[in-house]
Structure formats: C-alpha cells, structure tokens
C-alpha cells in the first residue's frame, strides 16, 4: 500500500457521508477504480454502513406534535376564559394542524368537531394556545436542481431501461448508488458514476432539518428521470 492508498483511505468515512467536495469525490472514486486492494476494503465499509442504516433510528411517538400543543398549552392555563379562548385554543391544538396536513373527507371532520365540542366543554378550560411548528413531523421529499458540471449522456438501450438507488447525504450529493435492474457496459457506468458525482439534490427533509434520503432514478435512451 503507497501514500496516495493511506491518503485515500484516510477519506473513507467522509467519502461515505458525503463530507467531501466534488473534486475529491471524484479523485477518491477514481482511485477506487484503479486500486483493487482500496476498492475491496472500502466495499466493506459500505457494507457496515448498510448494516448501521438497517437499524434505523427511533421513531417520535403517534400524535406527539399534538400531545406536545396540549401539553404546553396546559401549562398556561388561566382562569375566568370565555368560550371564545377555548374555542381558540381547539382550533389551535386539533383542527388547524390537521387542515393544513390534510385533506379530511365529511365523516372525519365531524369526529374532529366531536372532539373540539368536548374540549369546549372541559372541566378546566385554558385561555391560551401555544403555537407550534405548522410542519411539525412534516417530511419533504429530495428533489433535482442542478449538475456542477456538463457530463456525457450514460448510453443506455432504450428496450432495457436501467433503474438506480442512490443514497442523498444531508447536503443534496450523492454518496454511494446500487443499480436495482438492468445492466451497464464499464463505459456507460463510469459516465453514470461520475454524473451522479456532480449531480445536487434538496435534500430530505424532517421537521425542517436536512436528512439522509434514497433517490430511485430510471435510465432509458440518453434520457434520465426521477
């Protein structure tokens, strides 16, 4: 193993989490090529990386937007309220955020009113409603907007379209891809490994933050879509 191996093994892990720039993205993914010894250690810490992703992370209880609105709005709670602070506060705490969610047909907005007349008619009304977050739990997909550099078309049969998984770090870039059906001459996916490259996405993203995503691309012809 020479200098310029350790150097690039050294950029594994940012390679994977798509720390890198797009320069040494394609400097490490160029060295992978060409080195069978690096390119056999960095499959195995792509496969731990998939191991690590299977386990997932710990998911936010059911309705905890709501449960929290309550729970804060609670603990504001004043006396001598009127029924219109009540009826504020239901809008707020139950009906607001699901109109804005979704799109309810008749019979779930009448549980929904059901539910809002049995809080106007509570034992211990509050006076004042907690805002929060209307996008609270909200996930938002990862979308194309643009290619840091002009790249040939990946060459494809156009009766045998190609179907591709690509893993979205934090920051839109593409870190790591596994191709779901179809197959590719050496040529054509190294035209696809080096778009996907320079390809920059709007990430995913939960309660506002950027996340990890997956992107399914579909190869057909010269065209390309998501």
């Known amino acids: ?31 992978l090529e060409s080195c069978k010894a690096c390119k056999t250690e960095f499959a195995g810490w792509r496969t731990m990386q998939h191991s690590l992703a299977m386990i997932g992370t710990a998911k936010a209880p059911q309705n905890l937007g709501l449960k929290l609105r309550l729970a804060i709005s609670h603990e504001k709670v004043k006396s001598n309220t009127t029924w219109k602070d009540r009826l504020e506060l239901a809008w707020a705490n139950t009906l607001r955020p699901v109109v804005l969610r979704t799109a309810a047909g008749l019979a779930s907005a009448t549980i929904i009113v059901g539910g809002m007349l049995g809080m106007l008619t509570a034992v211990t009304p509050a006076a004042q409603s907690v805002m929060a977050d209307d996008d609270l739990g909200a996930y938002t997909q990862p979308h194309y907007k643009y290619s840091a550099a002009n790249m040939d078309a ?12 690509a893993l979205l770090n934090a920051r839109g870039q593409i870190y790591d891809y596994s191709i779901v059906s179809g197959t590719l001459s050496a040529d054509a996916r190294h035209n696809l490994e080096q778009r996907l490259l320079v390809s920059v996405y ?17 190869f057909s012809g010269i065209s390309v879509r998501g």
Do not use: W
């Not at 050294?10 to 720390?19: I, K, T």
């Not at 990946?154 to 998984?165: I, M, Y």
């Open 1 to 31: 193993m020479n200098t310029n191996c350790e150097q690039v093994r050294s950029l594994f892990s940012d390679y994977l989490d798509g720390a890198l720039t797009g320069h040494e993205m394609m400097d490490v993914s160029s060295h």
């Open 154 to 165: 990946v060459l494809v049969d156009a009766d045998n379209p190609v179907v591709v998984e």
């Open 202 to 218: 709007e990430p995913a993203k939960v309660f506002g933050t950027p996340v990890r995503s997956r992107i399914i691309l579909t």
